[in-house]
């Protein structure tokens, strides 16, 4: 059975860098999936950040391209999230998901981020 | 991008059935038959209830149906329950420039 895990600050400063890791146990990364972070907003909708596939090929959603990038760790079997000059509109539950093909399962739990000083 | 277009929210008694509506163009939601379903309840996180327009993951209820016509995705969701209630999210692939959208999410209550 496929577990992730997101672990990472829940509090991080306006105008620094939100960084997340997604532990996978059940399965390698190194297997032919991509892997996804998704954000949401407190109250709000789901939005999706990006995703690392098992080669390390990235893809991004333009609405965050120029603060974001995501990595992986096969030697820990896990990817991480770094999410750049964040203000308080980044204050989120954030999400890490296997992306199969471009849909999500499992999804971790989820960890909240709050963006204030 | 543009999000998914859903109902902010719809109700229905226990037994009915209802659907959610799912609204994108001829460039995601028209283009390609990737759209998914999520069910959240509040405080957990998204589990997935249907992929690849109309596919059930094992162990979901076959009271889930999904299907599509034109640029607009829908949910079914037959003998209704309680604990059917939550919210429900679409999302779907929108080519490599918007890669994945999702929808703003549909409450469901049952009353």
């Known amino acids: 059975q496929v577990h992730l895990q997101e672990s990472g600050p829940g509090l991080v400063k306006p105008s620094g860098t939100l960084s997340l890791t997604c532990a996978v146990s059940g399965t390698s990364i190194s297997n032919s999936n991509w892997w996804s972070w998704v954000r949401q907003p407190p109250g709000k909708g789901l939005e999706w950040i990006g995703q690392i596939y098992h080669t390390g090929s990235a893809n991004y959603n333009p609405s965050f391209k120029s603060r974001v990038s995501i990595s992986m760790d096969k030697s820990k079997n896990q990817f991480s999230l770094n999410l750049r000059s964040v203000t308080a509109a980044d204050t989120a539950v954030y999400y890490c998901a296997r992306d199969p093909a471009n849909w999500f399962d499992p999804w971790g739990q989820g960890t909240l981020v709050s963006v204030s000083s | 991008q543009s999000a998914l277009t859903q109902p902010a929210s719809v109700s229905g008694s226990p037994g009915n059935s209802i659907t959610i509506s799912c609204t994108g163009t001829s460039a995601d939601v028209g283009r390609y038959n990737l759209v998914s379903w999520y069910q959240q309840h509040p405080g957990k996180a998204p589990r997935l209830i249907i992929y690849?327009?109309?596919r059930r993951p094992s162990g979901v209820s076959s009271r889930f149906s999904a299907s599509k016509s034109g640029n607009t995705a829908s949910l079914t969701i037959s003998e209704l329950q309680a604990d059917d209630e939550a919210e429900y999210f679409c999302c779907t692939y929108g080519g490599t420039t918007v890669n994945t959208i999702f929808g703003g999410g549909t409450k469901l209550t049952v009353l």
């Open positions: 690849e327009g109309s």
